[in-house]
Nanobody, 127 residues
Framework: EVQLQASGGGLEQPGGSLRISCAASGFAFDDYAIGWFRQAPGKEREGVSCISSSGGRSYYANSVKGRFTISRDNAKSTVYLQMNSLKPEDTAVYYC????????????????????WGQGTQVTVSS
């Protein structure tokens, strides 16, 4: 069974940093790109970042570019999102998701490209 488990969220002050993780199981992790999405209250889910199966390519939404860094450890079947210079508008539930096609990498966040989603972790940025 394919599973994605996001963790590491919490409360952080503006300007602070958090690292969230996505632990995967039930499939050949190093064959698939993984994406991070977020959903704030009353807003649609939006793409944040994605990383290719090898980790050699990544893509970011303009709103987080230069502040967030995505990485992965294929030996641990885990993807990370390092979030620096956090802003209140980063407050959301963060989800990780698997790209549906093996070895494919996309520079867009169309939800139809992703087939499995984790349960989400809450990130709150507030003073």
């Amino acid at each position: 069974e394919v599973q994605l488990q996001a963790s590491g969220g919490g409360l952080e002050q503006p300007g602070g940093s958090l690292r969230i993780s996505c632990a995967a199981s039930g499939f050949a992790f190093d064959d698939y790109a993984i994406g991070w999405f977020r959903q704030a209250p009353g807003k649609e889910r939006e793409g944040v970042s994605c990383i290719s199966s090898s980790g050699g390519r990544s893509y970011y939404a303009n709103s987080v570019k230069g502040r967030f860094t995505i990485s992965r450890d294929n030996a641990k079947s885990t993807v990370y999102l390092q979030m620096n210079s956090l802003k209140p508008e980063d407050t959301a539930v963060y989800y990780c998701a698997r790209v549906g096609l093996r070895s494919r990498f996309y520079t867009n966040f169309s939800h139809q490209l992703y087939d499995y989603w984790g349960q989400g972790t809450q990130v709150t940025v507030s003073s």
